[in-house]
């Protein structure tokens, strides 16, 4: 009877020392991946807003969809206007001209960033799923202004960690939005900034 005991007392230990090694292995585990995965949108964010800025230099709004963005990347160039004269010296009597000078192409700058512009729109770890991106026209301080946002929120990129997992952290949200950008004033900072 004593072994029976044994056994089961045995049994009982190590079935607890597994609840626990789990209790401590879940939060770690969990803190881990979404460091990483978050990490991995920012990236991806921070690489669109540099070829939206791209975009935005190019024609003088932001791109409000992936694709109009990718054609215009793939097949416009970068142009420079190069000022003839002085327009801010009172002594100049001459002619002040302006030439327009195409100069990169640029995709040649994307690719020198080494920004993938094919996978630009898909969302790291969310199975297929792209960034949601608004781009408009608004009147900001008396002025027409091109603003942009693009973003998603946790719970596509998250995957499996729910609600549940916000005992773990009290600030985490699966559905918080990570993004860059804002729709009612010119800027292009994220939310991690």
Known sequence: MRKIFNAVFLFLALFIGFLLYQSIKEPIAFKN???VRVDAVKERLKDIRTVQEMFQDVTGKYAHSFDTLESVVKNDTFTRIRVMGDPDDPN?????????IRTRAVIDSVNTLGIDLENLRYVPFGDDATFDITAKIIDYENTRQPVVQVSTTYDVFMGRYDAR????DNKYDPRQV????????????????
């Open 33 to 35: 991946d979404r460091e």
């Open 165 to 168: 997992f916000k005992r773990y």
């Open 178 to 193: 990570i993004k860059f950008g804002d729709l009612t004033k010119p800027s292009v900072s994220g939310t991690w900034d």
């Open 92 to 100: 100049f009597t001459g002619e002040i001209t302006f030439d327009t």
